[in-house]
C-alpha cells in the first residue's frame, strides 16, 4: 500500500530511491511559512523541487499547492542540500555541502553518489557543474570553490550513471591554463569550453573533440579582456545567423563565429579607448554605438540576445542595438541592473543599489519587449523587507513559480503570472 501510494506524489526521479523517505510527521497549520528556501527547480509541468536551508537536508516536492516533505536517511547525512539541477538527460542533481553530489538518474534507478575522495571528488566547496552530451558521449564537469584551486573533475557516465569514471584535470596534469576554473560550457560543435577566475587573467581555454587544446587570450583573438567573466554559446536555431559563442569581460562583449571551417572574432566595445574611458567617468556610456561594456548578464533568444549592464538592456539582432533604459537605474548613487531573465516575451531585470555591501533587490523591473513598455513589479508588501534575491522558476507556459529569499525571516512563495504582470503568494499545504 505505502508503495503504491509513494509512486502516485513522489516525482519521478526520487521513485525507488533508497537515499530519501518520508517523513509523516503531524506539521502545524502555516508551518509552511517558516522555510527557508536555497534551491528549486522545474521537473516539467507544474511540478517542482525545493531544496532548504539547516543542518540537515530537505528536499520538497511542490505540487498544485502542496508540498510533500523529503528528508535524507540516517545512513548517508550529506548535510545542507545548497542547489538542485535538472540535467539535459532528465536526471536532478542535487550538491551538497559536505559529501558530494547525489543524482537521481530516472523512476527507477536508485540515486548515485559522487562522494567527496581523492579518487572521485577532491574537494566538498563545489561552485556548479555541467552535464556534457555530445553523440554518445556524456560527461559531467564539476568545478569547485577552492581557495587554493583545485581545477575540474569530469566524469565519465555510462550505463545511465551505473558506471562512473573520474579525471582530474588541472594545470600540471592537462591543458589547462589555471587550477581557478569558475565555468565549463559544450558549444554546439561539441567542444568544451573553460572559463578561468577573470582575476587571472588567462582567457579562455577550448577542448575538442579530438583531445586538442587551444588557448585564446588578448594576443590571438577579439577578446576585450583576458579576464572573461561570461561564456555563453548559442543554441541550434537561436541567437544570431551562425553559430556563436559570446564572451562578456569588463572590455565589452565579443564573439566567436563559426561559419562552416572558418573562425571569426569580433569585439563589441573596448573602453581602453582614452575617450571612451573619459566619458564614461562622467556619466557617458560610449561614444560608440556598439561599445557596450560593463556588462552583467546576457540572455539568448530565438533571433536576438539580450545584453544588460549596470544600467541598460539591449536588444541585439544583427546590425540593430535598442536600448531600454529602466527609470530606476542611472547616476553615480542611484540603483543598478545585476540579473535578467526573458520569458514569456519579458524582460525581468533585478536591481539593486551601487554602493551597499552583499545588497538586497531594491527592485524588479518588468519589460514587454513587443508593447516597449516598462513595468515595476510589487514584492515588498509580501514580507515588508528587501529579499536578498529573488527566483524565478518556469511553472507553466504563462507562470513563473517565484521564491524570494531574505536575510532574517522565511522565504517566500509565489506565482507570477506573465499576462497580468501580477504577483500572487502561496502557503502551501503540507501532504501528510
Not at 508593447?371 to 514580507?383: I, P
Request: proline share 4%; glycine share 8%.
Amino acid at each position: 500500500m505505502l508503495k503504491n501510494i509513494l509512486s502516485k506524489i513522489l516525482p519521478p526521479p526520487l521513485r525507488g530511491g533508497s537515499i530519501f523517505f518520508i517523513a509523516v510527521v503531524m506539521l502545524f497549520a502555516g508551518c509552511a511559512s517558516g522555510l527557508r528556501v536555497n534551491s528549486a527547480v522545474s521537473l516539467n509541468r507544474e511540478k517542482l523541487l525545493l531544496s532548504t536551508e539547516g543542518g540537515n537536508s530537505e528536499i520538497l516536492y511542490y505540487s498544485n499547492t502542496v508540498l510533500s516533505h523529503w528528508l535524507p536517511g540516517k545512513e548517508a547525512p550529506f548535510g545542507e542540500i545548497v542547489s538542485l539541477d535538472l540535467l539535459n538527460d532528465g536526471a536532478v542533481l542535487a550538491i551538497t555541502e559536505k559529501n558530494g553530489i547525489v543524482v537521481f538518474p530516472d523512476a527507477q534507478g536508485k540515486p548515485v553518489h559522487l562522494a567527496i575522495d581523492d579518487n572521485k571528488l577532491p574537494d566538498h566547496r563545489i561552485r556548479n557543474t555541467c552535464l556534457y552530451q555530445f553523440g554518445k558521449i556524456k560527461k559531467l564537469y564539476v568545478t569547485y570553490y577552492s581557495p587554493g584551486g583545485t581545477g575540474v573533475t569530469e566524469c565519465t557516465i555510462k550505463n545511465n550513471w551505473k558506471d562512473i569514471t573520474y579525471n582530474t584535470l588541472n594545470r600540471n596534469g592537462s591543458g589547462l591554463r589555471s587550477n581557478y576554473v569558475h565555468q565549463v560550457v559544450p558549444d554546439i560543435r561539441g567542444n568544451i569550453w573553460f572559463r578561468y577566475s577573470a582575476s587571472k587573467k588567462e582567457g579562455v581555454s577550448r577542448l575538442n573533440l579530438k583531445g586538442e587544446w587551444d588557448h585564446f587570450d588578448r594576443r590571438n583573438s577579439e577578446l576585450g579582456d583576458n579576464g572573461v567573466i561570461l561564456i555563453r554559446p548559442e543554441k541550434r536555431g537561436m541567437g544570431q545567423d551562425g553559430d556563436n559563442i559570446w564572451f562578456v569581460s569588463g572590455a565589452g562583449l565579443s564573439r566567436l563565429q563559426y561559419r562552416g571551417k572558418k573562425e571569426n572574432w569580433k569585439l563589441f566595445g573596448d573602453k581602453s579607448n582614452v575617450i571612451d574611458t573619459m566619458a564614461r567617468a562622467i556619466g557617458i556610456q560610449s561614444w560608440f554605438t556598439d561599445a557596450i561594456v560593463d556588462i552583467v548578464d546576457i540572455e539568448i533568444l530565438d533571433d536576438a540576445i539580450l545584453i544588460a549592464n549596470k544600467e541598460a538592456i539591449y536588444h541585439f539582432k544583427g546590425k540593430n542595438i535598442n536600448r531600454f533604459l529602466p527609470e530606476t537605474t542611472g547616476g553615480i548613487n542611484e540603483h543598478r541592473i545585476f540579473d535578467i531573465k526573458f520569458r514569456a516575451g519579458t524582460i525581468i531585470a533585478k536591481i539593486h543599489s551601487a554602493h551597499e555591501p552583499n545588497p538586497p533587490v531594491r527592485s524588479v523591473m518588468l519589460f514587454d519587449l513587443e508593447k516597449r513598455r516598462w513595468k515595476k513589479l510589487e514584492y515588498f508588501h509580501l514580507a515588508n523587507q528587501f529579499p536578498r534575491n529573488i527566483y524565478f522558476i518556469p511553472y507553466n507556459e504563462k507562470q513563473d513559480f517565484v521564491v524570494l529569499k531574505y536575510v532574517s525571516g522565511p522565504s517566500r512563495l509565489a506565482i507570477f503570472d506573465y499576462v497580468t504582470g501580477g504577483l500572487r503568494e502561496i502557503k502551501p499545504s503540507f501532504e501528510r
